[in-house]
């Protein structure tokens, strides 16, 4: 049980450092188009949707909301963005996290 302890403090520790993101037009511009955001904008309110074509001064953003309307954000008015995972990458995650406890389950479980 120690052991168990041990790897999930690590991975707590490992979360916790995480290098500073970089500014938004940096992060949009590595991007791909039609790429799944959430959008956190200087309000408060948060918007999931895709992004769209780049502007000089922003990005078009189609929302997911029920009229996939399209608006400009400036970078000025957005806080931060950060990409939405896919189901294949959350699959992926849950079998990195579990396989490795399994295994230590088997190991000592004996």
């Not at 990005?59 to 909301?65: A, Q, R």
């Amino acid at each position: 049980m120690g052991t168990l302890c041990r790897v999930v403090a690590l991975l707590a520790v490992f979360s916790l450092c995480v290098s500073a993101e970089p500014s938004v037009p940096e992060q949009v511009r590595n991007w791909r188009q039609g790429r799944r955001l959430t959008v956190v904008l200087k309000t408060g309110d948060q918007i999931v949707g895709r992004l769209g074509p780049l502007k000089t001064d922003g990005f078009i953003f189609v929302s997911e909301k029920r009229d996939y309307s399209e608006r400009l954000f400036r970078f000025e008015e957005v806080q931060s963005v950060r990409t939405k995972m896919t189901t294949g990458k959350k699959w992926g995650l849950a079998a990195a996290i579990y396989a490795p406890l399994l295994i230590m389950g088997l190991i000592l479980g004996k």
